[in-house]
Each structure stands twice: as C-alpha cells, then as structure tokens.
C-alpha cells in the first residue's frame, strides 16, 4: 500500500481515543472496539515494509515521489486539462498513462469512424513525459503526461510549495 494512504490512517488511528486499558474505543478498519494499537501497528508494517512504526510514531516520515497523469488536449474553445490520478509511484503512472493513451485513441477513433468515412488511424508514441496521441507524423491530437506531484512529507502540510499554475490548482484540488 502507497505510504501516503498509510500515513493518513495512522493520523486517524492515532486520533482515535483508548479506554483506560490502552485499548481502541472505537473501531478502526478491520479492527473492532476494544483491539490493542498494537494489532493495528503490526497491520501498517505488514502493508508496506516501507513504514516503521517506531519512526512513524517519533514524527519521522519518509519523503515520498509520486506522480500524476494528464490528458492535455488543444481544442478549439482552448486547452483542456484532465487529471487521471495522483501520488502513483514513476511505473504505476507510465503504465496508467499508456492505457489512457490507448483508450483515448479507441474513443477518438469510434467517434471519427462515425463521422468520417475515409480516416487516417491515429498513433499512440511514447516521449519522455509519457505518450502522444498523434493525428498525422507531426501534429499531436493530445498529449499523456506524467507530472511530478510532491507530497507532503506530513499530513497538514501544503501539498504544493511553489506558486500553483492553473492546471496545478486543479490537480491541487483532486489531490
């Protein structure tokens, strides 16, 4: 499991109240009322080995990279920007990228073969920033972006630090 998802469980555990047993009130997750914090601490580990618990629980997190995917599609009312996801890891959102691609390709496709009897089929082309949809060798129909999204090292803290551009408030705001 993505370290963020764990750190903001272990922020909800660690608000939740314990009896004057040291035990869970309430439950949480899989656990019922009554459960020990420490059954839930051997949970987080066992999700990813990534996590540790004693460093967690000092206030200690790792940074973490994550990434996010973007149809960008230059059309006649201007640009549009479709977020897909945030906070995958590098291969989860290349992966997510490609399959956007190619079914962005299927669509456009679908909706041509519809209007236009006598088509050229698009390309779908990888670049460095993730894939092109392409309409001819040189004109691009839409782009698939894969974006470094920094996270926040603590839940709290901004997600982004430098000043947002318009596609990056939006991405802000699924995030």
Sequence with gaps: MNLQV?????????????DDNG???TAFLHLSAGALPATAHRWF???????????????????IEAFTVVTIEEAGEGTRVLVHGV?????????????????LKAAVEAELERDIADFQPLSVESTEAGYALMATDSLSYAVVEVRFA??????????????????????????
């Design 6 to 18: 764990l750190y903001g469980l272990w922020d909800e555990l660690s608000a939740r109240p314990l």
């Design 45 to 63: 580990e066992q999700q990813n080995p990534q996590f540790d618990v004693r460093g967690v629980a000092g206030g200690q997190r790792r940074t």
């Design 150 to 175: 920094p996270a926040a090292g603590v839940v709290g803290e901004p997600y982004y630090s430098e000043p947002l551009s318009a596609f990056d408030e939006v991405a802000a705001l699924v995030a």
């Design 23 to 25: 035990r869970l009130t």
């Design 87 to 103: 906070r995958f890891d590098r291969a989860l959102a290349m992966d997510l990228a490609r399959q956007v691609a190619l079914d």
